[in-house]
Nanobody, 122 residues
Framework: VQLQASGGGLVQAGGSLRLSCAAS????????VGWFRQAPGKEREFVAA????????KYADSVKGRFTISRDNAKNTVYLQMNSLRPEDTAVYYC????????????????WGQGTQVTVSS
């Protein structure tokens, strides 16, 4: 099982980025997927999650209204559209897969990607 996160980079405050999480796992459409992030010196925190179908989504309060999670099961890919980025969004972003939707604790997720760096300059 592999998850590959990509799309990170350097962007100015107020800008946008779209992260992608490509999965090589079988039956990907049966898994919920979450995005987490970890800033230097801080614990990994929940950002967003999507159900297996994409019909249900959940967000951390800090990103509501700015980030959108979506998925394309035909492409085995989940996206995180990030708009109105702020310097405090700077972190390494990880995607993770879990059989159950709605979990926001990193220890509940079974499969993890390697992370992609997002840096927002002020």
């Amino acid at each position: 099982v592999q998850l590959q996160a990509s799309g990170g980079g350097l962007v100015q405050a107020g800008g946008s980025l779209r992260l992608s999480c490509a999965a090589s796992m079988r039956n990907f459409e049966r898994y919920a997927v979450g995005w987490f992030r970890q800033a230097p010196g801080k614990e990994r925190e929940f950002v967003a999650a999507t159900s297996w179908s994409g019909d249900a989504t959940k967000y951390a309060d800090s990103v509501k209204g700015r980030f959108t999670i979506s998925r394309d099961n035909a492409k085995n890919t989940v996206y995180l559209q990030m708009n109105s980025l702020r310097p405090e969004d700077t972190a390494v972003y990880y995607c993770a897969a879990d059989f159950y939707y709605g979990r926001s604790k990193s220890e509940d997720y079974d499969y993890w990607g390697q992370g992609t760096q997002v840096t927002v300059s002020s």
